[in-house]
């Protein structure tokens, strides 16, 4: 560009100040961004210029290849004006190298002066002045690079300069023709990376940084922060020596003069930058997971001792409870938990007073409630007594006022999306410095980027919370013991992100003391996984209530899926167990086989089925198997994530299982936790990591029923062998020492014989008794319309028998069977 004109200037100014004041004239600046990868993601035409590289070469690049990492100085024999750089001041003083910036090994703003070999230029060799700014939150960006050609601004300075430091402090800035596409985007995200600034003030500070090039950024009306380290500055010792002439000409009240400024503008940079420090070491600290209540401890102990002495944290109930709420400001109904407290004073001190836990209102006239109501600081620099004499009077009849009065206060709301979640409470003993106006700014800071972490954490156990409570709501609950077995079972999810799959287990009840076992697995994950595991689980209940036989019921479930849709596939293994003729009938859509172990010598097996194809999948047959079982005999049905890991044989896997689910255990559900011990410690070994799978388990111990516990007898179609029915029944349960039920029994079983006798067509009405943990009365006819429970009135004849079970029995039942239908009805034993 043009040098000692103004053709270029921004409206208003002269041509003195450019892009980078140097005398009468600007100089161009190379601006070149780089992403968190370390590649360059903007490449300006001054940095093309300057480094010699296009544009198309650099995007994508290594930024550590393409920028002046060294800090070596130029030779003084060099061959560029005037032959010595000596009159730009001392280098060695500055710090870092830009390397340092490009590894992200500063967390502050720097810059330095560095030789680069341009093989594009005559010159080969250029000494390049750069500045580099860190750039934090989200988005890909993480530094922003400035540079310049200092024989340029050099050839600006007159050579008889009088003053050799006159170019001593150099800001970059960015003229109005600076090609620089992102600046829309980075005023965009500026109150990002920045969370206390606004859209506006964010828009506004981009124009003056890109365009205008003021050195500062404005956090409040009151305090700025420098972006640029100063630049030309001399020796760290002469530096320091003037900082201590600042100090004590400002303690001794001297008058200021020229130089005394400068040093007090020195120490104030010195200042800022050690609480810009701050922020960043603290924002490295908070956040480290998404538990709600360690990211609180984080907070709590990241402002304790540096930034003050006693810290206590306050959130909305419904934040501690991991719950959303409705946003608007609170009023002083609202409950605040106290989560945290940390301090420096004696251990226990504050225990006591305030205790962790408990939760409170506070009332309009308290600092803490201007604070949350406005969503702003608000700094008391001493507690006077009457202040400190109205805070305590909410505490009831404990006396807070010894250790708050007299203290220095700061109260800074944890926001985040335009909404208070809660607030801290800093305090400061009498003995330590007051809070300012720039502990204030750096407090909402602070808090700004503790509230974004804390909100992450709340949100994250909110959707935790309701994945959970669905997983838990299409889950069964299943009883753990049934007719004639025991069963365990476990549900584990795959990962701390997918609480919500599609596995799933159940039992269902069936007619002749018969238990049907389910096990699903929908493949993929994710609510739709759920919504959809849900569907098929529903439609296998209703199904097997049916007492479908297992190939009928994954024929029609496999139906059913045909027209959900053609999006998810699932697996499914259906087994029936009848406990009087000691055998399972088996079905398998896809899913891995079950282990059985066998009672008499312990040993296991994967039982040989027909895998047949997923269900969804259409169109293909299901066969089912008989296996015969003994009492004591165990049978292993789960998931495949339990068995196989991404990368591992799933042989492994299954060799593992049936190893572990033959080892003894002193219960069902230890046996159930030794299996899932022995499977995550085999792929530990095979370094496959954790599971990402979810998990379903279950185990069924197949007990039996003795024939000696079982009673069944057959009546023919004639009203009165309801008499015959009662007199079985009632001699039944003296032999089995039931006497204290018969009455009840005999009462139940006239009402449903003759029922059954009334509506059955041809084949004889069937009676049975079971004595297990119940005992368990069936009654089956040919009629296949299932009887319904009627309100009978005075003068009605009939519809009171099934009124007259429903009140005595412990639970009752109608289901269809393929003859026809079962009524069936449970009395608890009474007790030996």
């Known amino acids: 560009m043009d040098r000692g004109t103004d053709r270029d200037a921004p409206p208003g100014r002269g041509a003195g100040s450019g892009a980078a004041d140097a005398g009468a004239g600007r100089m161009p600046l190379a601006v070149v961004v780089v992403d968190r990868d370390g590649l360059v993601s903007h490449w300006s035409t001054g940095a093309r210029r300057l480094f010699g590289v296009a544009k198309e070469e650099a995007i994508g690049a290594p930024a550590i290849d393409l920028l002046p990492v060294s800090g070596a100085l130029p030779e003084p024999d060099d061959d ?314 909410q505490f009831e009849k404990r006396d807070i006022r010894p250790l708050i009065t007299g203290r220095s206060m700061l109260v800074v709301p944890l926001k985040a999306r335009n909404v208070v979640l809660g607030f801290m409470i800093l305090l400061r003993h009498p003995e330590r410095a007051e809070f300012n106006d720039m502990d204030r700014v750096t407090g909402a800071e602070l808090a700004a980027r503790a509230g974004l972490v804390l909100d992450n954490a709340r949100m994250y156990t909110y959707q935790e919370s309701v994945a959970e409570t669905l997983q838990d709501s299409m889950l069964p609950h299943i009883p753990p013991r049934m007719a004639g077995c025991d069963i365990a079972t476990r549900y584990l999810p795959g990962t701390l992100l997918g609480r919500v799959g599609g596995d799933w287990f159940d039992s269902v009840k069936l007619p002749g003391a018969r238990t049907a076992l389910v096990v699903g697995d929908v493949m993929g994950h994710g609510l739709n996984s759920a919504a959809m595991m849900g569907q098929l689980r529903t439609a296998v209940q209703t199904m097997a209530a049916l007492d479908l036989p297992p190939a009928q019921l994954l024929r029609n479930l496999d139906d059913l899926a045909q027209r959900l849709g053609d999006t998810y596939l699932a697996t499914c293994l259906y087994a029936v167990y009848d406990p009087i003729a000691s055998e399972l009938h088996l079905a398998n859509a896809g899913h891995i086989p079950p282990v059985l172990v066998r009672a008499v010598d312990g040993r296991s097996e994967l039982l040989d089925l027909p895998t047949g194809a997923p269900i969804g999948v259409g169109g293909v047959p299901f066969e089912a198997v008989r296996v015969r079982v003994e009492p004591g005999d165990r049978l292993v049905m789960c998931t495949d994530g339990l068995v196989e890991v991404r990368g591992e044989d799933i042989g492994a896997g299954l060799a593992t299982l049936c190893e572990s689910a033959a080892h003894p255990a002193a219960s069902m559900d230890d046996a159930c936790d030794t299996i899932i011990r022995a499977l995550a410690a085999t792929f530990s070994k095979a370094g496959r990591g954790g599971r990402k799978d979810d998990v379903a388990l279950l185990m069924a111990r197949l007990n039996g029923i003795e024939p000696d516990d079982v009673a069944e007898w057959r009546f023919r179609l004639d009203p009165a062998e309801a008499a015959r029915a009662r007199a079985a029944v009632r001699e039944q349960l003296h032999d089995w020492g039931l006497a204290k039920l018969a009455h009840t029994a005999e009462l139940m079983v006239s009402e449903i014989v003759t029922n059954a006798l009334r509506h059955s067509h041809r084949q004889p009405v069937t009676l049975r008794l079971v004595r297990g943990e119940t005992l368990l009365c069936e009654v089956d006819d040919d009629d296949h319309e299932l009887p319904t429970l009627l309100s009978a009135g005075p003068e009605d004849e009939s519809g009171r028998g099934l009124r007259v079970v429903s009140t005595l029995a412990r639970e009752w039942g109608t289901s269809r069977t393929g003859a026809g239908k079962s009524v069936w009805f449970e009395l608890t034993l009474p007790r030996r």
């Open 80 to 393: 560029l004006p005037h032959g010595s750089y000596g009159e730009f001041g001392a280098y060695d003083g500055l710090g870092p190298g830009l390397e340092s910036s490009l590894d992200r090994g500063l967390s502050y703003p720097a810059a330095g002066r560095a030789r680069l070999t341009v093989p594009d230029r005559d010159r080969h060799r250029v000494d390049v002045l750069w500045w580099a700014y860190p750039l934090v939150g989200p988005g890909p960006e993480r530094l922003l690079v400035l540079a310049a050609d200092a024989a340029t601004l050099h050839r600006e300075q007159p050579a008889t300069s009088p003053d050799p430091l006159a170019v001593e402090r150099i800001a970059p800035g960015f003229a109005l023709h600076t090609d620089f596409p992102g600046a829309e985007e980075l005023a965009r995200r500026l109150p990002e990376i920045l969370p206390s600034m606004s859209v506006g003030e964010s828009a506004r500070i981009v124009a003056q940084v890109l365009e205008l090039g003021y050195p500062v950024l404005e956090f409040s009306q009151n305090d700025r922060v420098p972006v640029t380290p100063d630049w030309g500055v001399a020796r760290r010792v002469e530096r320091k020596a003037r900082r201590e002439r600042a100090v004590r000409a400002a303690a001794e009240g001297l008058p200021v003069t020229p130089e005394l400024a400068d040093e007090r503008e020195d120490l104030e940079y010195a200042a800022v930058r050690e609480r810009l420090e701050f922020l960043n070491e603290v924002s490295g600290r908070i956040g480290t997971s998404l538990d709600l209540s360690r990211t609180i401890t984080e907070v709590s102990k990241a402002v304790v001792p540096r930034f003050t002495d006693v810290a206590g944290t306050y959130l909305r109930e419904q934040v501690v409870a991991g719950e959303g709420f409705a946003e608007g400001v609170p009023d002083t109904t609202t409950m605040w938990h106290r989560v945290a407290v940390e301090h420096t004073d004696e251990p226990g001190r504050w225990d006591d007073v305030v205790p962790v836990g408990e939760a409170m209102p506070f009332p309009a006239h308290t600092p803490f409630f201007q604070c949350m109501t406005t969503g702003e600081p608000v700094l008391v620099p001493r507690i006077s007594e009457q202040m400190g004499h109205a805070i305590a009077s």
